[in-house]
């Protein structure tokens, strides 16, 4: 069975850091690219980073650009989320998805998320 | 900064059919943009329905479709089912990232 599931949310306070972990099952981790998706409270998706198969390629949403870090480890079919200058408005559900890109492109399996609160 | 538009909320009978669409302030959107739809309920993740423009996974009922039209993405649901009932949200890809729609909360009453 594909699965993604994250770990390592949690209260952290304003100006603080905290990595999220997702651990990839039941498909060749490093044939993926892999992504982050966050959801705050009562509010919509939004795209965080994603990465490339091998990590040579990363991208970020300008919001958490210079303060937040993609990686992947695809020797333990990982992905982290490496998170700093946390602000109150990175509050949110924190998701792990896997992606395809080529001919197509589809975001066709998310984890259940991981949920990160950042308040004093 | 791109912003990608969704209705906020539409309302459709059981049995009926509703168009979804997905707009990007860049312009029009083609199937360059690789327009995807995904479903999401209450408590739950996201779920992926639609991918490229119009191609279904495995698990998207019949019911839903995917297309170009009038220069934007179109998700549509013909013989709506109560358990439809959920938030949509499409995503567009761009060449520096991709971002998602604000999301349409489809009632079905």
């Not at chain 1, 091998?54 to 949403?61: C, I």
Request: with cysteine; charged share 15%; glycine share 12%.
């Amino acid at each position: 069975e594909v699965q993604l599931v994250e770990s390592g949310g949690g209260l952290v306070q304003p100006g603080g850091s905290l990595t999220l972990s997702c651990a990839a099952s039941g498909f060749t981790f490093s044939n993926f690219w892999m992504g982050w998706v966050r959801q705050a409270p009562g509010r919509g998706l939004e795209w965080v980073a994603n990465i490339r198969q091998d990590g040579s390629q990363k991208m970020y949403v300008d919001s958490v650009k210079g303060r937040f870090i993609i990686s992947r480890d695809n020797a333990k079919n990982s992905l982290y989320l490496q998170m700093s200058s946390l602000r109150a408005e990175d509050t949110a559900l924190y998701y792990c998805a896997r992606e395809i890109r080529g001919v197509y492109y589809d975001t066709d399996v998310w984890g259940q998320g991981t949920t990160v609160t950042v308040s004093s | 900064q791109t912003v990608v538009t969704q209705e906020p909320s539409l309302t459709v009978s059981p049995g009926g059919t509703v168009t979804l669409t997905c707009a990007s302030s860049t312009g029009a959107v083609t199937s360059g943009y690789f327009p995807n739809w995904f479903q999401q309920k209450p408590g739950q993740a996201p779920r992926a329905l639609i991918y490229s423009t119009s191609n279904k996974h495995s698990w998207t009922p019949a019911r839903f479709s995917g297309s170009l039209l009038g220069g934007k993405a179109a998700l549509t649901l013909s013989g709506v089912q109560p358990e439809d009932e959920a938030e949509y949200y499409c995503l567009l890809y761009f060449g520096d990232g991709q971002i998602f729609g604000g999301g349409t909360k489809l009632t079905v009453l």
